[in-house]
Structures are given as C-alpha cells and as structure tokens.
C-alpha cells in the first residue's frame, strides 16, 4: 500500500479503446467460467468489475460465489471459460501468483497465524531484516501504519494476534491485504463477523481505496449494505448469474426471490401467540468472568431473544446454561424437573436441551463425515439396538431431515464439508429436532446464511415453538430477533438490562445495550465497542 | 494448539525434576572452618560400567560385582551403572563423564562401542582415572590412536566361538551349508564371535550359505532363521551369535518341522537355554562366567591402584557348554 | 463406513502386497513356496492384533506408544505364571490379557481424566511397562517351551496355527466394532471433532478410555501369541514394534489426524511390512539395506495413498 499510495493514480492504460462501458476501464473481466465438481457449480458466468467500483456479488449460500471468488483469487481453476487482465488472459494457479498480478482476495476462513504477533501477521512473507535478523524497530513502525490505515490505531502491534477478537482479526487480514499492490480487492463476506464500528471502519476504507482507483469485488448476504457501498449488483443463482443491477438500491423482496430462484419460505406472523407452561427454568446461573447471578425463564410456545453489544455476554449464557463452560452457582432444570448437573452437556441433552452453537464449524460439526453422520450424533441410541447400529434407521432418519428442512445436498453421504453454511446450520437444527429435545438454545442460528436458508430456519424455529418447544435464540441482527422472537432481552456486560415484549423498535433496544454501559463505566461507546470485544 | 502447548509444559517440568534428581550429590561438603579433605580416599572408589542391565548377561555381570564388594566392602566403594538402550553409545560417554566428575579412582568398562567411547575414556584417564576394559574389547588401532592405556580382562569371544563351531562341525561333513546370525554389527564381541565361527567353519570345510544381523534379539533372529530355512532347504546348522537369537532360531527351526535336521548353536550359556541344551534342540553353547568377569575387572583394577600389579591384560577362560545331542 | 473407496482402498493394497510378492519370487529362490507362506501366517497374527488396537485408538485421534512394552510386560507375566507359579495355561492367559488392559485402562484414564494428550501418556507408559517387564522377569528370558508351544503348532487341515484364525477373528470383530456399532460411530466422531461430540450431549470419555484399554488387551493377546510362537518370554520383546504398528495403520489407510480409518487396512499393512521383512531375509539383505527399504517402502505407500486421496477429494 506504501506503493500505491504514493503512485495512486494512473490506472493500467486501455489499449484497445473504446469497447468498454462507462469511464473507467475494467481491472478485470471474467468471460464464460464454468466448473463443475460431481454437480456444475458455475455455469457460464461472466461478469466485469471496473477499476474504482464495488462490485456486489449475492446468492443463496452455494450459489457458487466463494468458487467464483477463489477462482478469480488464484485458489481454484476454471473447467472452461477466461479471465481477461488488461485484455490478457490471466493465469494464475496460486493465490501467490495473483496476488502478483495485483489481484488480493481476503478470506472468508482467515489465514492467520494465531501464535505470531499482529506486526508478524501483517508482514509475514516479506519481513523487514538485517543480516538475516528480523529488523523489529522498521516491522513494527511499518505495522502502525498499516494499522491505522484500518482503523485499529489503539491496537499494540506486539500483541499476539490470537488475542484479538474475530472483528479485529478480520481488519488485520484487510490491512495485510492493503499492504500489497492491489487493483483488485476480492472480500468475501467481510462484515460477517464485524461489530457496527468496524463495519464503519471497513466501508471508510472500502471508499478511499475506491477513491485510488481499487477495484472491489464483494461478497455479502446483508441486504442493508447495498445501498451504503454496491456500485453495482450480480445476483448468482444455482451458478449461473441471474441478474445484474446498476447502483445499490434495488428492493429486497426482489433480490430474494433472485437468489431463491424465485420461491420463498415466509415464517409464520408472530402475532396472537399463547405461551405455555414453563419449559426452561434458569436460578441464579454465574461463572466464568461474569460476577452477578442471572435468572431467566422460557414457556413452551415462546422464542426469547438475547440482544446485546458484541462481548455482552450472551454466548458464555447460552454456554453455561448448556453445560458447555463449567459454571459456578445457579441450576438449570426443564419442565419443573430436578436440576441438570453442570458442566455436563451430556446431561443437558438428557433433560431436553440442544444447542446450536455460534461457531458451528468449530462446535457443531464434523466437517469430513457425511451429512448422515453429522444428522444422526445426537439420536445414535434411537438408531441402534445394544449397541449395533441400524444403517436403514438411520439413513431414514437423515433423509428425513434432509427432506424436512430442504438440506440441499447431493445425498445423506455428502461429507458436510461441501455444504454451503446455510445447509450445515439446517443439519445441525434437523440434529436436534430429530433428537425431540424440547428446548433449544440458538446462538447467532443465521450467521453466514443465506436469505433464503435463513427464512427456513426461522420457519422451522417458529413450528417447533407451535408444537410446545421453548426457543432461547442469540443474535447480533436486530432484524432476525424481530422476525421470530416473542420478547427480547437485552444484554450488557453480562447481565440483563431490559426486557422488550410485543412490539419494540431497534433505537429502543440498542439504547438500552448502550445505557447501561453508560451508567456502568461513564465512558464513550467508541470504549465500550472495543471492549465488548475482548 | 494450547493443549500442545501444556503439554511441552508437563515436559519441560518433568526433565527440570529428573535433571534436579539426578545431580549427582556433591563429594565431601566442606563445610566452612573445616579442613579440606584428604586429596585421596583410604577406600577407592571404582565405578562399573555396564551396557544394559535389562540384559541379563550383564545383570549377572553386575550382581557378581555386587557380591564381591560386600563381601570384601572395607577395600572399596563400588557404583554400578547401566544404560537404558544396549546400542546407545552417547548415554554410555554421558556416564563415564558423570564418573569422572565423582572422581572414582577407577573405571571398569564393557564398552557399548568399542571405538566411540575411546575419545571419553581417553579424556578420563587424562583425568586420572584408572581405565579397565572388561568384556568387550576396545580397538586396537584406535587406542594406539589416542595413546590411551587401558587393561583388557575379559574372554576371547573368538576363541570361545571357533570352539561352538567346531562342536557343530563335528556332527557334519565337509561341504555341509551353514548359516551364521550375528549379533549387531558394530559391536567389537559380535565381530570376534563371528570370526570364530568363520573360522571353525572355514577349518571343517563347511559352507556358509547366509549371514545376517539379528540385532542380539530373539524376535528378530527368529524371522531371519525361518527366512533362510526357506531359502536354503538343504541347510545343516545356524549359528547364533547370542543364546537369545538362539532361542529364537530353535522355535523357527521348530516351525519349520526340521528338529534334529538344523543344528542350532548359541552364546552365553544363559538359564533359559538349560532345557534346550536338555532335550537336545539347542547343541552347545558357550560359558564365559560372566558373573566373574566385572569381579576380575574390579580386582585387576584394585590391584593396579594398589601397585601389586604391573599392567597387562588378562583373558578369562571359556568353556564350551555341551548339550544332550553333541555327547 | 465399508463403501466403495474403502473396498478400492483394500485392492490397492493388495496389488501392492502382490507386487511386492512377485518382486521377491523372481529375486529369491524359494520365496513362493509353501513354508515362506507358512511362515509369515506365524509371524503375522502378534502384529496383527496389535495394529487392529492401535487402528481404533488412531481413528480415535489418539495414539499409543506403549504397546510394545506392554506386550513384553505381558509376556513376562504370562511366561512367569506358567515357569514360577506352575499355574495352567486357561489361567496364565486370561492374567497377561488382564495384565495389558490394567496398562490400557491406566493409559484411557490419564487421557481422558487429567486430558494429557495421548502421546505423552503412552509415551511415559512405554518406559514404565518396560521397566515392569524387566522387574517381573528379573531381566531374564524366560524358557516356557512345551506348556505353550501347542498354541503355535500347524492346525490339521489348515496348515496355520491356531493363532492365525485368533488374530483374523479379533481383527474382523475390530472391524465390525468400528464400523457398525455405536460405539465405532463415537470413535470416528470423537476424532473428526471431540469439541461437536461432546457438545452433542455425548460421553467422550467413556470411548476413550474403552480404546485404550482394548488397545492394551490386544497388546496381551499379542503378547501371548509371541510367546507361543517362540516358546520363551523376553523382556526385551516389542522393542520399537509400535512403530511398526503405526506404520502398518498408515500404510492400512487410516489418517494419523483421525476421523477415519478401517482395521482390515491396517491388516493388509501389517502383511506388506511382514511380506518385506521376510523377503529381504530370505534374499540375505544386509542391515543397512534392509532398514533403507523398509523406510522407503513405508513413505512410498503414504504418498501414493495421499496422491489417491487428493485425486478422490477432486472428484466429489
């Protein structure tokens, strides 16, 4: 980036004139790619990106985008079909080889190395050395800069990176991107894992290196970004490009039916609902970091949202009341039964409770078994008889679950590996709701998911609160919590500062996440958002 | 990762304790006001160092030692090392230089290598410590080498195995094919054993037919025994380097169904070979009186300490130890 | 998990072992005849049953360096109760079986309860066993001879001994436990993922001290087929056999990460490296040559076997 900045602005001059559209020149052009693993996967796409916009790219979660992407970013090749650089064919058979090319692509799994230092991080293939010593005085100065070109200014460049959490990870990885000599940044759902002042950060940066003539290429499920930053919409559908649309404002009904190839599942309206008797009772439930006790209750029939700041404290809750963390004080017990042992997911499941966790790759999954494998963990009593398993049970269990929440999969013997995010989280749901637990604990359900996956998931949450189920669900998106939840609480530095029933509007909500951190700390939310990360 | 991590912890902190344990406790505190110790100890203090102990021939060697010294215990101290791996010759340098920092007044030594512990006995003797070779003798070429001294008293391994092969020779004819298992080939004992059981064959005229290392274990000399009884099937004898890969070799000439047909003979004359050498499957094998050797080595070295004796080597005696089918 | 890729991974190395086969029929005289045949079907059955409780605990994600040992202990009790005691062999049997699962439980428990990586458990575990084997023995080989001998004796009609059918049993029952019980399922899983296991409300630490005390059983069976098979104990035993059970598994198919593996594999492993053994005795290798073709041969099977996996993982 040092070199760029100081030569920002000539773009790569047009030789062959005026065949293109618009004033700028296009830093890349992608004519005709198709690849197919047992299924095609892209089909006939072609799309540009010109030199200073930023290119949206949407679709349901294997639609093909992260393949596209990878094969742009040198990661993957193209059964047929060129990438044209400058009016040449670009070859790049390694992310290396690309990034060479001025082609940088920003992982959706970071590549970062947890033990190093961020400085390390940022500079790892070309270290600043003398005499074969790593020169730390220029490194770090240099890492700084880097830095503060993301944002992350306050942040000690000696600080090992497996300190940092996720968001900030995530700018680390930008920073390292800005570093090379880049005309073509390629993020793949960047804001994911981002809290709303690094999200910020982020678009800042996205629109000064616009500024320089950078083209982008962006990966994205949320909708409410479009407007802020999309030059320009694809929308991919089953790996073939659907629609393109020129600006950011394009209506969400539209685009979801674009990515959905045209059906969408609707949860059912979240009026005129009776809550049942008390299903999940929680006394008194402390631990970890937190100090004070917390006590919460969910009826059958009713979905509670958790809402908070990033670092609030809602997933060491879920956490603990699953058994996950060992927790210090307080029970745990379902349906006015004795209380489950803590400590002891095993127990917990036992009693009736399942647990989506948030990071499902990492917690819920096994990524190299099949999706028969992964669906029936739970339930392997159920599919056997003293011990022996019974395949056909099981493979009908797992096609049951397949077919009920519209797993789409080349077939219950696909390692889950290849599944897109939205169908590895409707396997982990289909797990639990086969396992007729009662109380399900969902922490961010929806992260990573495409619109379409989402509105089944929350569909099928709605149905099994309808069939006497209790639902504690967390979620960062205030939208989501609105679209199923029953009432909402809200978090705050690990305790609950307000509670919202019926209707509740997002300034209510976020005020309240916010006062309480307010009053507690009497500092600026600037603080309070980087702390709730820690 | 952080588990790794604890567990490079739980080693780091097991070799702290291991290494705090083992220090060897320091000689003669002198504690302040006091005079200094007398520069040599009225009891000598000779250290014995073995190859493995797991190893029974050297476990009689070391329990013999044992005996004597407590029998005779006003004449001198006795420290009795062994290494953990037979063929780990770096463990066995490491002892000698803790012996040598315990300032013994002498070492008595069945070398694991018989050249590469010369240089740290060279650098013991240099120290001024007595140097004994029992057992296993050092090479001849690299002791003038090094200009070190050190007395040998130990057996003729290759005497001791030309008189096997003569046994075994004696109940074949001329042009017979034999096998030879060796023990592991850079050990000085392996190499004079099978000389002397080339030499016993070359003298009867019999063939050796195959020869390969059984690494002293009876596991391995086993799979070479029925790998050769394969190959050669009009073979007449294996001769085995140790009584260990000799018992090996009679379970493989067992399984072959060949008793009475394959002569096996051994070395060392350990227990577990007594029924063999009974009922006839074993032919002979070799006494070496191992337990006397470390005795002799202690006593030669006490010997020279004590200026009663000029230095010279000293052979042992080997008996041949006949079994029920060679009488 | 018995599919297609397994049933071609299974092929494979049998063209392997016959490649291997062949290569030494055309280079030593007598290598196919009936008694080199005979000969490995004695040799096979102690690493055999080894390998299979090695596979479980490396499907597992685990690994157990102390097998050797704690055959050799095994066999030091087995070879101590029949010379000392006088006890019969229906006893003496059962004890060094018993022997090597107090050494596997010992081993499940310090992983799983105290949640010490396997390795350095196992690794602590070989050295202590060795030195019980040494205590128990007295450092002394001990001559069983014709109290045990039968066991190792040709079958009539089937020309192996009766430790052959043994070893094939307890490696089809392995198989059948890894593939189609519960608790095979919990194996795979737990070394694909302990984290989502235990999250999905399932006992990881019950399955894990279960494989390792089976590993250890099977160390005993092992034990106790070595000493029949050369109708002495040594304490010296198994020195350096759990690397040759490693490599079997590798070369077998089963990953060293975990998450897959199959007992049938590791089988076929332990007949490749047993077929090299015997062959390069048989031609009178030397030493030296003998460990650098081993080695080789060991690399190249988990190489081909990566190659194959690469090309597979591109196709689907």
Not at chain 1, 65 to 80: F, P, R, V, W
Not at chain 1, 289 to 305: D, T
Request: a neutral charge; charged letters at 20%.
């Amino acid at each position: 980036m040092t070199g760029r900045s100081s030569s920002p602005g000539p773009q790569p001059i047009d030789h062959s004139g005026a065949a293109r559209p618009g004033p700028m020149p296009a830093v890349i052009q992608v004519e005709g790619i198709s690849k197919a693993y047992s299924v095609p996967v892209l089909s006939n796409v072609s799309l540009e990106v010109l030199a200073g916009e930023v290119h949206v790219l949407m679709g349901a979660n294997g639609a093909g985008k992260s393949t596209l992407a990878a094969i742009i970013g040198g990661l993957n090749t193209a059964d047929s079909g060129r990438i044209l650089r400058h009016d040449r064919p670009l070859r790049a058979r390694s992310r290396r080889e690309a990034q060479s090319q001025g082609i940088v692509m920003v992982l959706q799994e970071l590549n970062l190395i947890p033990t190093l230092s961020v400085a390390e991080n940022l500079f790892l293939d070309c270290l600043p050395h003398s005499l074969g010593f790593v020169d730390r005085k220029t490194l770090h100065s240099r890492a700084r800069r880097a830095l503060a070109r993301v944002g992350l200014d306050q942040l000690e460049v000696a600080t090992p990176l497996g300190r940092l959490g996720i968001g900030q990870r995530q700018l680390v990885e930008i920073a390292r991107a800005l570093e090379r000599k880049c005309e073509l940044l390629i993020l793949d759902e960047p804001t994911a894992a981002l809290s709303v002042r690094e999200v910020e950060i982020l678009f800042a940066n996205i629109r000064r290196l616009q500024a320089l003539s950078v083209g982008i290429l962006y990966i994205t499920h949320r909708l409410d970004e479009l407007p802020r930053i999309a030059s320009r919409v694809s929308v991919l559908c089953d790996g073939r490009c659907v629609a393109e649309y020129a600006g950011g404002e394009v209506a969400h009904e539209r685009l979801i039916r674009d990515m959905a190839g045209g059906v969408v599942e609707r949860p059912s309206p979240s009026t005129a609902r009776l809550a049942g008797p008390m299903l999940l009772s929680v006394e008194g439930i402390s631990g970890g970091s937190r100090r004070e006790a917390l006590s919460l209750g969910v009826r059958a029939g009713e979905i509670v949202g958790l809402a908070g700041l990033v670092g609030a404290g809602r997933t060491e809750l879920l956490r603990s009341i699953f058994g996950a963390d060992r927790r210090q004080s307080g029970t745990v017990s379902v349906a006015g039964g004795p209380p489950i042992r803590p400590g002891s997911p095993r127990a917990a499941v036992a009693a009736g409770i399942g647990m989506l966790p948030e990071d499902r790759r990492h917690d819920g999954l096994l990524l190299s078994q099949s999706v028969r494998v992964n669906a029936t963990l739970a339930t392997l009593s159920r599919h056997s008889r003293h011990g022996w398993l019974d395949r056909r049970s099981e493979r009908a269990a797992a096609e049951g679950i397949c077919t009920r929440l519209d797993v789409r999969c080349a077939g219950i013997e696909q390692p889950v590996r290849r599944l897109s995010g939205g169908n590895q989280q409707k396997v982990v749901l289909g797990r639990w709701l086969d396992a007729g637990c009662r109380v399900l604990l969902c922490d961010e359900p929806t992260r990573g998911v495409d619109a379409a996956a989402k509105a089944t998931i929350h569909a099928r949450l709605r149905a099994f609160v309808a069939d006497g189920g209790a639902v504690l669900l967390a979620s960062g998106e205030l939208s989501e919590l609105r679209a199923v939840c029953d009432r909402v609480l809200v978090m705050a530095e690990g305790i609950f500062v307000a509670e919202f029933g019926g209707e509740w509007s997002d300034e209510e909500v976020t005020a309240a996440a916010f006062t309480r951190a307010f009053s507690a700390e009497g500092a600026g939310s600037d603080r309070l958002w980087e702390e709730g990360k820690q | 990762m952080r588990r790794s991590a604890s567990g490079w912890l739980w080693i780091v902190g097991a070799l702290v304790l291991v290494g705090g344990c083992t220090k060897p406790p320091q000689e003669q505190p002198t504690a302040d006001g006091k005079p200094a110790p007398p520069p040599k100890p009225a009891k000598p203090r000779v250290a014995l160092v073995m190859k493995s102990l797991a190893n029974e021939f050297f476990g009689t060697m070391a329990e013999g030692a044992k005996a004597h010294q407590a029998a005779a215990a006003g004449r001198y101290d006795l420290v009795v090392n062994g290494m953990r791996n037979e063929t780990d010759v770096s463990e066995q340098v490491t002892l000698i230089e803790q012996m040598v920092a315990r300032k013994v007044a002498a070492i008595v030594i069945a070398p694991a290598d018989s050249k590469a512990v010369i240089p740290a006995l060279k650098r013991a003797a240099d120290a001024g410590v007595l140097v004994v070779n029992i057992d296993n003798r050092l090479d001849p070429a690299v002791l003038r080498e090094t200009g070190l001294e050190a007395v040998f008293v130990g057996p003729d391994n290759r005497e001791g195995a030309r008189k096997a092969g003569e046994a075994v020779a004696r109940q074949l004819s001329a042009g017979d094919g034999v096998a030879l298992i060796e023990g592991i080939p850079t050990a000085f004992n392996s190499q004079q054993r099978s000389l002397g059981l080339e030499d016993a064959a070359m003298a009867a005229g019999l063939v050796i037919v195959d020869r390969q290392s059984g690494q002293w274990e009876m596991e391995k000399a086993n799979a070479i025994a029925a790998a050769v009884l394969t190959e050669h099937p009009a073979l007449k004898a294996i001769l085995c380097a140790n009584d260990s890969m000799a018992l090996g070799a009679v379970a493989a000439v067992s399984a072959a169904g060949k008793s009475g047909q394959v002569l096996v003979s051994g070395f060392d004359n350990v227990p577990a070979v007594q029924p063999l050498l009974a009922d006839g499957r074993l032919l002979v094998t070799v006494d070496q009186h191992g337990d006397r050797l470390a005795v002799e080595g202690i006593e030669t070295a006490l010997a020279i300490l004590n200026q009663e004796k000029s230095p010279a080597d000293r052979t042992t005696p080997v008996d041949l130890v006949e079994g029920q089918a060679a009488r | 998990m018995i599919n297609k890729t397994r049933l071609s991974e299974w092929g494979g190395l049998v063209l392997v072992w016959l490649a291997i086969v062949a290569l030494f029929g055309l280079l030593a005289e007598h290598f196919l005849s009936a008694a080199t045949f005979t000969t490995l079907a004695g040799r096979l059955p102690a690493l055999a049953v080894i390998a299979a409780g090695m596979t479980l605990v490396v499907v597992s994600g685990g690994i157990d360096l102390s097998v050797g040992s704690v055959m050799a202990l095994c066999g030091a009790v087995l070879g101590l109760a029949v010379t000392q005691w006088k006890w019969p062999l229906l006893a003496a049997v059962p004890l060094a079986i018993l022997t090597g699962a107090a050494a596997g439980l010992t081993n499940g428990l310090l992983t799983a309860g105290l949640r010490i990586p396997s390795f350095l458990v196992t690794l602590g575990l070989l050295e202590v066993c060795r030195g019980l084997s040494y205590a128990v023995s007295g450092s002394r080989t001990l001559f069983i001879g014709a109290g045990i001998e039968p066991l190792a004796r040709p079958l009539p009609f089937l020309g192996v001994p009766a430790t052959v059918p043994a070893a094939l049993l307890v490696v089809v029952t392995a198989q059948i436990l890894l593939s189609k019980t519960v608790f095979g399922r919990h194996l795979v899983a737990i070394g694909t993922n302990e984290n989502a296991v235990r999250l999905a409300g399932i006992d990881t630490r019950r399955a894990k001290v279960t494989v390792f005390l089976l590993s250890g059983a099977l160390a005993g069976v092992a034990a106790v087929f070595a000493v029949a098979r050369l109708g002495s104990a040594d304490p010296n035993a198994g020195t350096g056999l759990e690397l040759a059970a490693i490599a079997a598994v590798v070369i077998g198919g089963t990953s060293l990460a975990g998450g897959t593996g199959s007992v049938i594999g590791s089988l076929l492993g332990v007949l490749v490296i047993a077929t090299l053994e015997a062959g390069l005795a048989q031609l009178g290798a030397s030493e030296p040559l003998k460990r650098m073709v081993t080695g080789g041969v060991i690399i190249a099977a988990v190489a081909a076997d990566g190659l194959r996996r690469r090309l597979s993982a591109d196709r689907d």
